[in-house]
């Protein structure tokens, strides 16, 4: 069944109310109380009596080699504890373990730069004093000498002859390549009506920026060789699959704890080298580290969005729009280093076809090294590039073949009765109605009127622009996927795991394996586990953040990739259906044999059903379990404390055929902005906005609504204003928030946002994992200002940036501004 | 002079939420890394280097202010309130109340800032206008939440 509806203001609910069902509904969330008092726990909050600040030397060449290293002008400062440097790193670790198959895979990648900087911010050496200021002073007095490269800005030359090699033991700036084909691309093209030739597509580098840059507090335990690593990394699994290996420990010297984190969105995945140069210094000069990243070091030197060139693409259409197939050389620019690469090489496959109904791709995927900044996930990884490509064909074609880009879509995409749909590569699709949200969105933006708000703007000398962007978020992915960058790998599959425990005064514990930045993930648990118990939220204790001593944690635990509502929560109801099985075996046991099918949950109890006499209070229960356990039966196998692994329904992917379901659910978006611009500069304002969104269950209908106008705010910021903007020396232009522009409060346009309610038929609650779908954003705003621009010299726009000069280029030069396209009879 | 010695310590005198604070400083600690480090009140946060952002925002004298573009010494004998002094004891105050009804957080590490800005804001103007908060929330970046159930939580504290 699928419900719809919009939405401006959801309705609180009091959490007091008697309430048969509790997902659903819009619970207070359980983390507000202590973040609106300033009491939350980040991580430059975690102190330690006598520790150290960090602070790097950082690379101001894009490309040197590194001919001399002097730390002792540093190390004698008064309050300096020590240094690290790049040579001391090679000599106590391994190099980090890379994903990819060669020549990526011969990269050798450390904590610290070893003989080479390969980006402007590379850390080369960190010094540790008493205070932040006389770390930073310090560092000053590190005498590092260079012999400058000329650098690789722009990956389309990255392969050139006579291009510096940024990596001398991969054999030149090719990382990795592999080609993607299914269908029949011969058949397709000879079918086809039109080939619709685009020149070059461009999506640009940005981040989401989270507000709090990385860090870390580290301590090591000598006498039992472990650290505690203190940190607001969000994929401490991850983390701890690189360093162990690298640091020559086993991971259960590795002690992850989060409580508050700042905000992620995929940006905290890749702080292993930081953490690892930090748990050196903590062992080397025996006191606990602390390392708060500055905004300029992390704009310069972390997991920015995966840059991407779309070269060469042709589309085969029919007259009448339907589209038959494509192929295109996408070009991924990773930067410096594979620190998570080059896996956006095949996330992108899980979205292979988009939301339409081409069963006929072909995508050469090539991926080199540049002297920029590491790329890393960033919300919508790797999707989000591959969904505003075939956004951008969309349009463009309708352009080309003067359709109208609304009909194309409805034409072209998978119908609601098509569901679950196998795409062209094998992944299923698994509900959704593509078409029925575009109509909500044109509904509410008022698009039968578009004409007349059309003329009423060209009055005010203004042009009017409509865009749709339609767009995906794939989640809860099937690791198997990696083995197609790499078929030695050994990882498929995906895990999360949960503990629900009943404790001796009767409190209900609950422990994820998840690190929550923000997702409210405290109190959708608490609902999940109230509906199983009959209970409410406010008697569910769901702890704050994350420890690998909690032993809640799988392999694959965090939180990244759009995938809690899934196995989070999952992992939470198999718990507290655990939990529930083992209270009423345990009063079964009490009330001298009742079956549990006479037993029931209610009122904070367990009771015999008609006989509401025979009551046991959960407090009763774990009373009995932990302190007053003498005569129970010996073979009862109660401990209520309970802990599952949710483990999603995969296979292994083939790897010849590139063939398989990389995601378990796919939850939808279509958004529609309407932008007005003024042709004498270029300047922009988006008039009306809608989004809607489909992510099956709602679990917390105001948190999934909170995460999609985040999502959303950070697409028009990365549509309109965010951009890493490097020189050709490998300068990065916006190191920082005065130079890269976040939207603030008034650059905000009116939004109506609404949604879809397809339930997942894979998933144990219906749910979907959802957050990502903001990419929808950047597709819309391209798609209005290329219609605003269709009748004024008709400039087709070809990169996901497009600050207001560039629409100014646009007006003044369509032909050299905009993208070169080519429309040839077939 | 000697690399380490440039520091010169001066002794000042601040009252934050109504505890008066007497300290040795260096001269060039930031007032929001005397706060935080100094006097361990770390609900206001970090989030730039360059004062743009306004996690650090809090109240001087009556003045909103970003409290990594002073230094710990320009505060001396001053006021300060922050985000630690807004409840009430247990009673939190409109304006708390109403981000959280609103959902106007997310990871809530720009919210302290935003509290105090929108704090300052309805002192100063108890009925905005609909321009007005967003003026009054404009020096404070939000990542989570777009900024749209920011502006109903005040909307809502301000009626």
């Not at chain 1, 929550?516 to 769901?542: F, K, M, R, W, Y």
């Not at chain 2, 930031?30 to 360059?50: A, E, P, Q």
Request: net charge negative.
């Amino acid at each position: 069944m699928t419900t719809t509806g919009t939405t401006t203001a959801p309705e609180q609910v009091e959490v007091e109310a008697p309430a048969e069902q509790w997902k659903g509904q819009n619970v207070p969330r359980k983390e507000d109380r202590r973040l609106v008092q300033g009491q939350g726990v980040f991580i430059d909050d975690v102190k330690r009596h006598g520790m150290g600040y960090v602070h790097y030397v950082r690379s101001p060449y894009a490309h040197a080699h590194i001919t001399s290293i002097d730390v002792s002008g540093a190390e004698q400062m008064k309050g300096v504890y020590g240094t690290l440097t790049g040579e001391e790193v090679a000599s106590l670790t391994d190099p980090f373990f890379q994903i990819s198959s060669v020549p990526g895979a011969n990269v050798k990648d450390y904590a610290l730069a070893v003989g080479k900087v390969r980006y402007v911010g590379e850390a080369i050496v960190a010094v540790v004093a008493e205070t932040r200021e006389l770390a930073r002073d310090a560092s000053e007095l590190v005498d590092v000498q260079y012999e400058p490269i000329d650098a690789v800005t722009d990956a389309r030359d990255a392969q050139g002859e006579s291009v510096p090699t940024i990596h001398e033991e991969a054999g030149g700036n090719l990382m990795w390549h592999g080609v993607y084909e299914w269908g029949d691309l011969d058949a397709a093209f000879a079918d086809a009506d039109k080939v619709v030739k685009i020149d070059q597509l461009h999506f640009h580098r940005f981040n989401s920026t989270p507000l709090e840059c990385d860090g870390a507090l580290v301590e090591y335990n000598r006498g039992i060789g472990q650290w505690t690593i203190h940190t607001n990394n969000q994929f401490p699994g991850f983390a701890a699959i690189m360093m162990g290996p690298a640091m020559r420990t086993g991971l259960d010297r590795l002690r992850f704890v989060t409580q508050d984190i700042g905000g992620g969105f995929g940006n905290k995945i890749t702080s292993h080298p930081q953490l690892v140069a930090c748990c050196l210094l903590a062992r080397k000069l025996n006191r606990p580290v602390q390392w708060t990243e500055w905004r300029t070091d992390f704009h310069m030197s972390m997991s920015h969005g995966n840059e991407r060139w779309f070269l060469e693409t042709e589309v085969a259409v029919k007259n009448d729009g339907t589209l038959l197939g494509f192929r295109t050389k996408a070009l991924d620019d990773a930067g410096a280093w594979l620190r998570y690469e080059p896996l956006g090489g095949v996330i992108w496959a899980q979205v292979t076809p988009g939301m339409y109904r081409w069963r006929n791709i072909r995508v050469d995927f090539t991926q080199v090294a540049t002297n920029k900044a590491p790329v890393s996930p960033n919300r919508g990884y790797s999707r989000m590039q591959h969904l505003w490509f075939t956004e951008r064909v969309i349009d463009i074609v309708a352009h080309e073949l003067a359709l109208d880009p609304v009909e194309v879509r409805k034409r072209n995409y998978i119908r609601a009765d098509e569901m679950p749909y196998e795409t062209p590569n094998g992944c299923v699709y698994d509900s959704g109605d593509y078409a029925r949200m575009l109509d909500i969105a044109l509904e509410l933006v008022d698009y039968p009127n578009a004409e007349a708000r059309r003329q009423d703007a060209q009055a005010r000398g203004k042009l009017l622009g409509i865009g749709i962007g339609s767009t995906l978020d794939s989640g809860t992915n099937n690791f198997g996927q990696s083995r197609m960058i790499n078929p030695e790998l050994q990882f498929s599959g995906n895990n999360e795991v949960a503990t629900v425990k009943l404790d001796i005064f009767g409190e209900l514990v609950v422990t994820l394996g998840t690190t929550p930045q923000g997702q409210g993930h405290e109190t959708t648990a608490a609902q999940v586990v109230a509906d199983i118990l009959n209970c409410s939220p406010d008697d569910v204790h769901v702890r704050a953040g994350h420890d690998s001593y909690w032993n809640s944690h799988a392999g694959f635990s965090g939180t990244y990739a759009s995938q809690f509502a899934v196995t989070g929560l999952s992992a939470v109801k198999g718990a507290t259906e655990m939990l529930a099985a083992e209270i009423k075996k345990l009063a079964g046991a009490v009330f001298g044999g009742v079956p549990e099918e006479a037993l029931e949950l209610a009122e904070g109890g367990v009771r015999i059903k008609g006989n509401p006499e025979a009551f046991l209070p959960f407090m009763a229960c774990g009373a009995i379990i932990n302190a007053n356990n003498a005569g129970l039966p010996e073979d009862l196998g109660v401990t209520l404390n309970c802990r599952y692994v949710y483990r999603p329904p995969f296979e292994v992917p083939d790897v010849e055929r590139k063939f398989g379901n990389l995601t378990l659910t796919y939850a939808a978006q279509v958004h529609v902005a309407v932008i007005e611009i003024d042709p004498e500069t270029g300047y922009y304002d988006i008039v009306d906005y809608a989004a809607i969104d489909d992510c099956g269950k709602r679990i917390n209908p105001q948190i999934v609504e909170g995460q999609v106008m985040g999502a959303t705010a950070q697409a028009l910021g990365a549509a309109v204003h965010e951009a890493f903007v490097y020189d050709e020396d490998g300068n990065l232009l916006t190191p920082n928030f005065y130079d890269y522009h976040v939207p603030h409060a008034l650059d905000m346009p009116p939004l109506r946002t609404g949604y879809v309610e397809s339930p997942s038929p894979f998933t144990p609650l219906g749910t979907k994992g959802m957050g990502e779908g903001g990419g929808a954003g950047i597709h819309a705003v391209c798609a209005a200002v290329q219609d605003a621009l269709r009748s004024n010299g008709g400039a087709k726009v070809w990169d996901s940036s497009n600050p207001y000069h560039r629409v100014w280029e646009m007006l003044s030069d369509p032909d050299e501004a905009g993208a070169r396209v080519s429309v040839v009879e077939a | 002079m000697e690399a380490g010695t440039v520091s010169s310590q001066r002794q000042i005198s601040v009252t934050v939420n109504g505890t008066t604070y007497e300290r040795e400083v260096e001269a060039r600690k930031l007032l929001i890394h005397f706060l935080r480090d100094d006097l361990d009140l770390t609900g206001s946060h970090i989030g730039c280097d360059t004062g743009n952002c306004g996690a650090c925002s809090i109240i001087v004298d009556g003045t909103l202010v970003k409290s990594c573009m002073l230094l710990a010494v320009q505060a001396d004998r001053t006021q300060i309130e922050t985000v630690e002094g807004l409840a009430d004891g247990e009673e939190l105050s409109k304006l708390q109340q109403a981000f959280s009804a609103h959902h106007a957080l997310q990871c809530g590490y720009c919210t302290p800032g935003m509290l105090m800005s929108a704090t300052a804001l309805l002192r100063k103007n108890p009925h905005p206008s609909d321009e007005e908060i967003k003026k009054g929330l404009q020096g404070n970046i939000c990542r989570c939440t777009g900024y749209w159930n920011i502006f109903e939580a005040v909307k809502a504290a301000a009626e």
